[in-house]
């Protein structure tokens, strides 16, 4: 019996000290504050996202895996540039097709009837 409450006291003054110890108690300082690892989003401002930038994009870790807020931003500006290309592309495929009928029908023999 004596071993055991020789224990939990043993056990108490131990939790105690690395509490005091986390919390700043005594003559010690508290731990500093440290600013929180953000990105600073690296994703260039000045042209469009490129497959460099994907690549070499990566985001700061948290306490649980990523910071969902930061991670939800970048896809976000990577989901828009892809959609504004998609509608480029699109354009520029409805130009191509409406510029390769407008030739076809201008190198089109005319026929024996046809006066020019």
Not at 7 to 25: E, P, R, W
Not at 36 to 48: A, K, N, Q, S
Not at 74 to 94: G, P, Q, T
Not at 98 to 109: D, I, P
């Amino acid at each position: 019996m004596f071993m055991f409450l020789f224990l939990v006291v043993a056990l108490a003054v131990v939790v105690g000290a690395v509490t005091l110890s986390v919390i700043g108690g005594g003559d010690s300082a508290p731990l500093p504050e440290v600013a929180p690892e953000r990105l600073d989003d690296p994703l260039p401002v000045d042209r469009p996202v490129d497959h460099a930038d994907i690549e070499t994009l990566r985001f700061p870790l948290a306490a649980r895996g990523y910071r969902m807020a930061e991670v939800d931003d970048a896809l976000s500006r990577v989901a828009a540039e892809l959609a504004e290309r998609d509608a480029r592309i699109a354009d520029l495929e409805s130009a191509l097709a409406g510029a390769l009928a407008t030739a076809n029908v201008s190198m089109r023999k005319p026929a024996e009837g046809d006066q020019q």
